[in-house]
């Protein structure tokens, strides 16, 4: 016998009828303080009235055309992209994964139009996360995500994360196209790349005539406090992968890129049936309006500030729990001394959903659009949960002493 959903994922035993800003209610009515987000996704909670607004309006014009034609709303979201960031052009598509597949598909490409097709092999980092198709488990192979699905895609070559002297020797070698790094890792951990290194990934790129790409899918699109997470070390990749967050729960993607870098993308050489719709562009571009905003994002750096000074406290008061604050922004991870599904499963008992994530951390991945109260009100609840842990450690402790 198999479920009749194919049984891929661990799922909570929680299920949701709506949602509200940053609370969804359970089908048995609890309330629950929603610090996953959807893993990032819902950017601006549940029900953003603006969202709601834009997607009803365009759900009575006009959901799909095809990319046959012009898509008017397409251009209005990518002229709003390129005039936020260092990317000159944008394709659009419905997932992460498959901005992972174009992101080196435009990579090779970019190289082979030029007439160096040798150039072909995309270095990568261990603990990174790109998605779940063939390109993306072949720059990640973890035995959990790639074991059995053999034979690996040639033409990836994981190191070992921000290994910098690899780098350049792999580099080297002179068959680079692209390095791919996400500026901070989500599924690995809520682990950043330090400033200096992103910029000296941006140097040794440059330096072999290689493309630097920048996974954003997680930390992109406001969720730093800056638009793009890249930003706060002042380089620019050539390549960018946003997904998640741009549409706010709507399932949306794009790849940005500089002209160079999507030199080799001519008519006909890439596509997608759903990519780019209306509904999703609309939607796409309204969020893209609220979180580009600057005071928006100022709003999101201060929140961030708050719910990290508490983190370092509940950190203080949990020792046996806890090591670590991670990340930035509303990207924060709790280290922890063991597996996190405990806590997590707490969290649920305490009204809070966190997520879990490798490397033993705890994600807390707020809606953008947290207030004060309700950052105090997670704290208290992530406290609680830890203390329901704390007592049952100790009183298996105790029971075996
Ligand atoms: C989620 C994620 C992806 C894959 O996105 P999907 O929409 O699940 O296909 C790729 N890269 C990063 C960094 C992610 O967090």
């Given at each position: 016998?198999?479920?009749?959903?194919?049984?891929?994922?661990?799922?909570?035993?929680?299920?949701?009828?709506?949602?509200?800003?940053?609370?969804?209610?359970?089908?048995?009515?609890?309330?629950?303080?929603?610090?996953?987000?959807?893993?990032?996704?819902?950017?601006?909670?549940?029900?953003?009235?603006?969202?709601?607004?834009?997607?009803?309006?365009?759900?009575?014009?006009?959901?799909?055309?095809?990319?046959?034609?012009?898509?008017?709303?397409?251009?209005?979201?990518?002229?709003?992209?390129?005039?936020?960031?260092?990317?000159?052009?944008?394709?659009?598509?419905?997932?992460?994964?498959?901005?992972?597949?174009l992101a080196v598909k435009m990579a090779r490409k970019h190289f082979s139009a030029a007439g160096t097709p040798e150039k072909m092999r995309i270095l990568?980092?261990?603990?990174?996360?790109?998605?779940?198709?063939?390109a993306?488990?072949?720059?990640?192979?973890?035995?959990?995500?790639?074991?059995?699905?053999?034979?690996?895609?040639p033409g990836f070559t994981?190191?070992?994360?921000?290994?910098?002297?690899?780098?350049?020797?792999e580099l080297a070698a002179g068959d680079v196209a692209a390095i791919l790094?996400?500026?901070?890792?989500?599924?690995?951990?809520?682990?950043?790349?330090?400033?200096?290194?992103?910029?000296?990934?941006?140097?040794?790129a440059g330096e072999a005539g290689a493309l630097l790409i920048?996974?954003?899918?997680?930390?992109?699109?406001?969720?730093?406090?800056?638009?793009?997470?890249?930003?706060?070390?002042?380089?620019?990749p050539d390549i960018?992968?946003?997904?998640?967050?741009?549409?706010?729960?709507?399932?949306?993607?794009?790849?940005?890129a500089t002209v160079e870098a999507a030199s080799g993308m001519t008519?006909?050489t890439h596509?997608?049936?759903?990519?780019?719709?209306?509904?999703?562009?609309?939607?796409?571009?309204?969020?893209?309006?609220?979180?580009?905003?600057?005071?928006?994002?100022?709003?999101?750096?201060?929140?961030?500030?708050?719910?990290?000074?508490?983190?370092?406290?509940?950190?203080?008061?949990?020792?046996?729990?806890?090591?670590?604050?991670?990340?930035?922004?509303?990207?924060?991870?709790?280290?922890?001394?063991?597996?996190?599904?405990?806590?997590?499963?707490?969290?649920?008992?305490?009204?809070?959903?966190?997520?879990?994530?490798?490397?033993?951390?705890?994600?807390?991945?707020?809606?953008?659009?947290?207030?004060?109260?309700?950052?105090?009100?997670?704290?208290?609840?992530?406290?609680?949960?830890?203390?329901?842990?704390?007592?049952?450690?100790?009183?298996?402790?105790?029971?075996?002493?």
């Open positions: 016998m198999i479920p009749s959903v194919l049984p891929t994922y661990n799922r909570a035993p929680l299920a949701f009828e709506s949602g509200e800003g940053a609370w969804l209610t359970a089908t048995d009515g609890r309330r629950y303080l929603d610090f996953g987000s959807g893993i990032a996704v819902n950017a601006l909670g549940h029900a953003h009235p603006e969202l709601v607004r834009v997607l009803t309006e365009q759900a009575g014009k006009l959901w799909h055309v095809s990319n046959v034609y012009t898509v008017p709303e397409q251009e209005r979201l990518a002229e709003a992209l390129t005039a936020a960031s260092f990317a000159d052009t944008v394709f659009f598509t419905n997932s992460g994964t498959e901005a992972m597949e990568s980092f261990e603990g990174a996360f790109h998605g779940r198709s063939s993306a488990i072949a720059a990640a192979p973890t035995e959990k995500m790639a074991g059995g699905f053999g034979p690996l895609l994981p190191l070992p994360f921000l290994d910098l002297g690899r780098v350049e020797a790094v996400e500026p901070v890792q989500g599924e690995g951990g809520i682990r950043a790349v330090a400033d200096h290194d992103l910029r000296e990934l941006r140097r040794l920048f996974d954003e899918v997680q930390c992109g699109m406001g969720r730093t406090g800056r638009l793009f997470a890249h930003e706060w070390a002042g380089v620019t960018m992968m946003v997904a998640k967050g741009i549409g706010g729960g709507f399932p949306l993607g794009a790849v940005l008519a006909g596509g997608s049936t759903y990519g780019g719709n209306p509904l999703g562009c609309a939607i796409g571009a309204k969020v893209m309006e609220i979180v580009s905003d600057p005071a928006f994002l100022g709003t999101v750096r201060a929140r961030s500030g708050r719910l990290r000074q508490g983190l370092e406290g509940l950190v203080a008061q949990h020792p046996d729990l806890f090591e670590a604050v991670r990340g930035t922004g509303l990207i924060l991870g709790l280290k922890c001394k063991g597996a996190p599904g405990e806590i997590v499963a707490a969290g649920y008992g305490a009204g809070i959903l966190t997520v879990a994530a490798s490397d033993n951390v705890v994600r807390l991945l707020p809606p953008l659009t947290i207030t004060e109260a309700e950052v105090d009100e997670a704290l208290t609840r992530l406290e609680a949960a830890a203390s329901t842990v704390e007592d049952a450690m100790q009183a298996s402790e105790g029971a075996q002493g």
